[in-house]
């Protein structure tokens, strides 16, 4: 039986804005891409999902990219393909999503340390308030695939990333600057 091997996944920084001066490829995480260049200012996703950070050590604002081209950082609000609306002067670390086909599912709660209202999530939801008169998240347990969580609803502000593991503080995550959780998306085939 043959079987079918999954795509590299590959990003590509360049030092200036579009695509220009020097480059630094990858197909993994990063943790300090300041150590391939001297700043980041443009980037071409030419396979798969990646979340970039404006921090060393996947911390700071973050925003996701999917494939396409990104021309210049200091605009990324108007460019598709990008989720999140931090403004990124600089990236300085990076991770790869990998490809996730089987099923979602996440518990979320109201408070810290899995306290408070407590639901269970296989599916997008834009707006916590709306759905389940919760007014915040602050704590997860990721069970399957990976996900985004906006500051607003219908996806929108600042975003934080998170995998399979638990959260028990979103505040207190060191790669955490959202002020509040209203809304969580799945990252779906696209990657």
């Known amino acids: 039986m043959d079987r079918i091997t999954p795509p590299i996944l590959h990003i590509i920084f360049y030092e ?15 943790t300090d891409i300041h150590v391939h260049l001297n700043r980041c200012n443009s980037c071409r996703v030419d396979n798969g999902c990646f979340v970039v950070y404006d921090r060393h050590n996947y911390m ?8 396409g081209e990104y021309s210049d950082f200091q605009r990324m609000g108007s460019m598709m393909g990008m989720q999140g609306t931090a403004v990124m002067d600089n990236i300085l670390s990076c991770r790869m999503i990998p490809a996730h086909r089987g ?7 109201e408070r810290e340390n899995y306290r408070g209202q ?13 759905r389940f008169l919760m007014s915040d998240c602050q704590s997860c347990q990721v069970m399957d695939g990976h996900w985004l969580m906006f500051e607003q609803p219908n996806f929108g502000g600042k975003m934080l990333y998170v995998r399979p593991g638990e959260y ?9 600057n959202t002020s509040r959780i209203s809304s969580i998306r799945r990252i779906v085939d696209t990657c």
Do not use: K, T, W
């Not at 200036?16 to 995480?29: A, I, L, P, T, V």
């Not at 099923?103 to 709660?109: A, K, S």
């Open 118 to 130: 407590m639901h269970e999530l296989i599916d997008d939801i834009e707006s916590l308030q709306d």
């Open 168 to 176: 028990r503080s979103l505040r207190d995550s060191a790669a955490s």
């Open 60 to 67: 700071g604002n973050q925003v996701f990219l999917e494939r």
């Open 16 to 30: 200036e804005r579009n695509f220009q001066g020097r480059s630094h490829e990858c197909s993994s995480d990063c």
């Open 103 to 109: 099923p979602f599912r996440m518990r979320i709660y």
